[in-house]
């Protein structure tokens, strides 16, 4: 059984990698930096006796879902569990950022789950089972002024797992959208984020749930009790003016 990763030389990505290790899945880990990749697949073949693929590749490039997909094609493998977890957020007003770096943000956190997405599909559905988890976001629960792309990302993230979720329950294919806050990544620390008004999460707390849930049967969860009063609660009554204003807040730190 092979689980592609994406986003694996950091944070989330190499948890994930450990935990679908001790499983003891074969693995396609993909990233810019082969070197962290070549690291830790050492490590996690070494330690768990399993394969571990290396794909470097810019996530973030127009057609990288078709590169990495014939790549993977090429080496003769299959995805039967795909963790869509790279992506990458800005902390800025729209007019000061450059546009090619808004634009990758959508390539990176919305083309790229969606085509590798469906570009698994169709062999899972042969098979008749498939794991597809995507990493969405509390900030997808609303609009981020300086966060503008990010959260909006996040929201179609978040959406398209849930119908996603739908169409494929009745096909033996588990979808999964997981709604972290922010944690200690270096996700945040490359988002100029250190000052971010809220407590940072267990990154390790994210993915060992994730997994968990998986065992259920919801399309998405929100990791955290305040979280979840937040997004649930808190938002949908507050009115629009004041929830743009205590998101921009949060954000500037």
Same mark, same amino acid.
């Given at each position: 059984?092979?689980?592609? &990763?994406?986003?694996?030389?950091?944070?989330?990505? *190499?948890?994930?990698? /450990?935990?679908?290790?001790?499983?003891?899945?074969?693995? &396609?880990?993909?990233?810019?930096?082969?070197?962290?990749? !070549?690291?830790?697949?050492?490590?996690?073949?070494?330690? $768990?006796?399993?394969?571990?693929?290396?794909?470097?590749?810019?996530?973030? =490039?127009?057609?990288? @879902?078709? %590169?990495?997909? *014939?790549?993977?094609?090429? =080496?003769?493998?299959?995805?039967?569990?795909?963790?869509?977890?790279?992506?990458?957020?800005?902390?800025?007003?729209?007019? /000061?950022?450059?546009?090619?770096?808004?634009?990758?943000?959508?390539?990176?956190?919305?083309?790229?789950?969606?085509?590798?997405?469906?570009?698994?599909?169709?062999?899972?559905?042969? =098979?008749?089972?498939?794991?597809?988890?995507?990493?969405?976001?509390?900030?997808? $629960?609303?609009?981020?002024? /300086?966060?503008?792309? $990010? %959260?909006?990302? +996040?929201?179609?993230?978040?959406?398209?797992? #849930?119908?996603?979720? $739908?169409? #494929?329950?009745?096909?033996?294919?588990?979808?999964?959208? %997981?709604? @972290?806050?922010?944690?200690?990544? !270096?996700?945040?620390?490359?988002? #100029?984020?250190?000052?971010?008004?809220?407590?940072?999460?267990? @990154?390790?707390?994210?993915?060992?749930?994730?997994?968990? +849930?998986?065992?259920?049967?919801?399309?998405?969860? &929100? /990791?955290?009790? %305040?979280?979840?009063?937040?997004?649930?609660? &808190?938002?949908?009554?507050? @009115? +629009?003016?004041?929830?743009? +204003?205590?998101?921009?807040?949060?954000?500037?730190?």
């Amino acid at each position: 059984m092979h689980t592609l &990763i994406t986003g694996a030389s950091s944070g989330l990505g *190499t948890i994930f990698a /450990d935990r679908f290790a001790r499983r003891g899945h074969d693995l &396609i880990l993909v990233a810019r930096r082969t070197d962290r990749l !070549e690291a830790l697949a050492t490590r996690l073949s070494s330690g $768990y006796g399993i394969d571990v693929q290396v794909i470097g590749q810019d996530l973030a =490039r127009e057609g990288a @879902p078709e %590169a990495l997909m *014939t790549e993977i094609e090429r =080496r003769g493998l299959e995805v039967d569990v795909l963790v869509n977890n790279a992506g990458f957020a800005t902390i800025r007003p729209v007019k /000061d950022s450059t546009p090619g770096t808004l634009e990758k943000q959508v390539q990176l956190n919305c083309v790229t789950p969606v085509g590798l997405a469906a570009r698994v599909l169709p062999a899972m559905r042969e =098979r008749g089972r498939g794991t597809i988890i995507n990493i969405a976001s509390t900030g997808a $629960y609303q609009p981020i002024p /300086d966060m503008a792309v $990010y %959260a909006a990302s +996040k929201s179609l993230v978040l959406s398209f797992s #849930e119908a996603l979720w $739908y169409e #494929e329950k009745k096909h033996g294919i588990r979808v999964l959208a %997981a709604c @972290p806050g922010p944690m200690n990544t !270096e996700f945040f620390d490359n988002a #100029e984020a250190t000052g971010l008004a809220l407590p940072m999460q267990s @990154p390790d707390h994210l993915v060992d749930t994730t997994l968990k +849930k998986l065992d259920g049967s919801a399309p998405s969860f &929100i /990791d955290g009790f %305040a979280n979840t009063v937040l997004a649930k609660v &808190i938002i949908p009554r507050a @009115p +629009k003016k004041l929830v743009l +204003k205590v998101a921009h807040r949060i954000a500037l730190g």
